[in-house]
């Protein structure tokens, strides 16, 4: 059963169950509320699921015509003046929708469609243009299209992935400045390793061997060991390899090269990186022609690069001559040629099969935990239809007043959770309280390189040399500030997976002394777990995989709602209590202050350029680098006085938020024994066709529980 096949029968069991829970009377009498939440909620992980791939690229490397092959058409735009310059998201459809999204960072959408005499293609790439000739890029969200996408519309995959989004970035220097920004190329791959299940990295082969390349594989990977679990999701594609000649070398040792490139230049963080060959171009143009959507002017650039190399041999009254193909007939050559069927299987195909194995896990255990209780408490009743009353008032009596006694566990579970909360305190107190020594340090490097005291008779010499000198040292605050929040970010959803597990777990303990209390005294078993609802932020915990739940970790704070993440914590169901840490703000506004302030040193030569005789000018690079610290130490102040104020306010927040728990859970199980005596009474009358009905119940239970087990 493939796992396709294991979520469509998951999805239908689920449904069995709500069904179940919904319409059967036995369910309306017994205190199954969270039972239905809990199923509800695994439904819609199952259907809704989001899957996402993004492709990053150094410089112009053919990255939208990557995309254009994936789809089958040409869409994006991928000409030299008309490349990405925003966000594009394409999400999987089995049809597609013919309209382009434009959502502005006012919040305002504008749909783009074909019209005035253009396709929709042609208007998207027109837009394109005009936003980056009239500087509108800056308002731009993102783009957003629905597409069929060629490697999940031939797979049996298509019925369950209309969540699959591939993710255009913008490249470093599709900003329309004609500069290479590094620091934007570091922000995205830092975001979209965090986010994204998979990452394709685009190299064009022509000039894969630049400085510009390797350098920014080291500033971005070198030295990174908390990226190394990232390892399996990262591909570089090496795009254009038709272009190699026989003096380069087989394909193979192409692919071996650039591997020990990457592996040097991250000094072995990614010590045996994933890289394909690729040619875009081949691959769009076979596809194109397969379906019959090339035009006149890109058929005939396709003849004139590929049609030579699929020429046949063909032998007429002995004499030996080369055939040409049509390019129907070598458009097969060119798909495989180009390698696109094994770039589809490793990071389309195997990324969607690796995430919804993970979907799979966490449903089956939710689902198998949902309908243990459900059987257990059928089981129980038919029980209970056996004993007297009495004997069951006495039973009931004696189970609520032990379990009201569970409340004194609230202490050691609330002791337990201060001691998770403050080992996340002290893992990122100190980098954060080392920010500005770090800072400062990094900045007197890079003024280490500069005299402290220039002269010259040229003014405007001294006022360009100080705009570098603010420009060196905007890039190294910034670059420090970027990684060390992408740092930040990893050990936050790190420490805080790993102090919900051991709150959950703190919770199964409460739940299985109720369990025995029960037990003890009724001679029935129950999984109370069952009843248990703690809902943290935007993770039901009860669906975590708790042991190799890495997928989930990297999930749980995105960078596009952090701020408020944090700003409201882990919000648990039974209180509006926080459990977390407000990081990305305050860490966002040392890097803004700083870079603002860099940014806002000038005017150069009035403040710095003073004049010592008539036409000797004095730039002074001691006040500056003054400047700087004293900025960097102010901000980092703040930073730290925020980080303190909040983790008070959340230890007083979890104090109440685990009290409140302990209290819905003890009154949730109350209620639960309530619903048994009830439904006793009810049914004395006719117990036996009761417990009829209850077995045909527990015959339908033990169906489903069967089915869940063929699915494992």
């Known amino acids: 059963m493939n796992n396709t096949e294991k979520i469509k029968e998951l999805l239908h069991l689920t449904e069995k169950l709500i069904d179940a829970l919904k319409t ?5 009498v017994v205190q ?18 989001n899957y996402s791939v993004a492709v990053i690229a150094a ?33 999987f459809s089995k049809k597609p929708l013919n309209k382009v999204l434009k959502y502005l960072k006012d919040g305002t959408v504008q749909t783009i469609t074909e019209g005035n005499g253009r396709t929709l293609e042609q208007n998207f790439h027109k837009d394109v243009r005009d936003s980056r000739h009239q500087n509108g890029v800056t308002v731009i969200n993102k783009y957003y299209m629905e597409f069929p996408i060629v490697a999940l519309n031939n797979e049996e995959y298509k019925d369950l992935v209309e969540n699959f989004l591939l993710i255009d970035t913008p490249g470093p220097n599709e900003a329309g400045t004609g500069q290479f920004d590094t620091q934007k190329l570091r922000e995205i791959t830092y975001y979209q390793l965090r986010n994204a299940d998979a990452i394709i990295f685009v190299f064009d082969y022509c000039v894969y061997k630049s400085d510009t390349n390797a350098n920014l594989i080291k500033e971005i990977f070198a030295g990174r060991e908390d990226i190394i679990k990232d390892n399996d999701k990262i591909f570089f594609v090496v795009n254009k390899v038709d272009m190699r000649s026989s003096k380069d070398g087989s394909k193979e040792q192409v692919i071996q090269a650039v591997k020990e490139m990457i592996s040097f230049q991250t000094q072995n963080t990614l010590s045996n990186p994933q890289v394909l060959p690729f040619s875009a171009l081949m691959a769009l143009y076979g596809r194109e022609i397969e379906n019959g959507t090339i035009t006149e002017e890109a058929l005939t650039d396709c003849k004139n690069k590929y049609q030579a190399r699929f020429s046949e041999e063909v032998i007429i009254n002995g004499k030996k001559y ?5 390019a129907k007939d070598f458009a097969p050559r060119l798909l495989k040629e180009s390698d696109i069927y094994t770039l589809e299987e490793k990071v389309i195909l195997d990324t969607f099969k690796k995430a919804s194995a993970k979907l799979i896990e966490g449903a089956i255990e939710n689902i198998d935990q949902k309908s243990t209780f459900m059987l257990k408490t059928i089981d129980s009743q038919i029980k209970i239809q056996s004993k007297g009353i009495e004997e069951l008032r006495d039973g009931i009596t004696k189970s609520k007043h032990e379990i009201q006694e569970l409340y004194q566990l609230s202490d050691t579970i609330m002791s337990d959770t201060e001691r998770y909360v403050q080992q996340l305190h002290d893992t990122l107190n100190g980098m954060i309280f080392n920010i500005s020594t770090e800072i400062t340090m990094a900045i007197e490097q890079q003024l280490g390189g500069y005299q402290n005291v220039y002269k010259s008779e040229d003014r405007n010499y001294l006022s360009h040399l100080t705009a570098q000198i603010e420009r060196d040292c905007n890039t190294t605050v910034s670059t420090y500030c970027f990684r060390k929040q992408d740092e930040i970010i990893r050990k936050y959803n790190e420490a805080r997976y790993e102090l919900i597990k051991n709150v959950y777990q703190e919770f199964r303990l409460l739940t299985q002394r109720a369990d025995a209390i029960i037990k003890k005294h009724l001679d029935i078993e129950i999984d109370s777990e069952g009843l248990m609802s703690l809902d943290i932020g935007d993770m039901d915990v009860e ?4 042991s190799s739940s890495r997928n989930e970790r990297n999930k749980q704070v995105s960078d596009s709602n952090f701020k408020d993440q944090t700003a409201r914590g882990i919000t648990t169901a039974a209180e509006g209590a926080t459990i977390g840490m407000a990081i990305a703000g305050p860490v966002g506004a040392l890097v803004g202050g700083i870079a603002g302030f860099l940014l806002g040193v000038g005017t150069h030569q009035d403040k710095y350029a003073m004049p010592e005789q008539r036409t000797v000018y004095t730039l002074d690079v001691t006040v500056m680098k003054a400047n700087i610290k004293r900025e960097t130490t102010s901000k980092a102040k703040i930073l730290e006085d925020q980080f303190r104020q909040q983790t008070t306010k959340e230890m007083e927040a979890i104090k109440k938020a685990i009290t409140k728990n302990v209290g819905e859970f003890i009154n949730s199980v109350n209620g639960y024994l309530d619903g048994l005596e009830k439904e006793f009474e009810e049914k004395r009358s006719e117990r036996e066709s009761y417990i009829q009905y209850l077995k045909t119940l527990e015959g339908k239970m033990m169906s489903i529980t069967a089915q869940l087990q063929h699915i494992k």
């Open 24 to 28: 059967e009377d036995f369910w309306k």
């Open 32 to 49: 199954t509320g969270e039972i239905l939440e809990g199923l509800q909620s695994t439904y819609q992980k199952l259907k809704s699921k």
């Open 59 to 91: 410089m112009k490397a053919g990255k939208s015509t990557l995309f254009n092959a994936l789809l089958g058409k040409d869409i994006l735009p991928n000409e030299t003046a008309a490349c990405t310059t925003a966000i594009t998201e394409i999400r």
């Open 322 to 326: 080369l055939e040409q193909l049509e």
């Open 543 to 546: 669906s975590v995989d708790i």
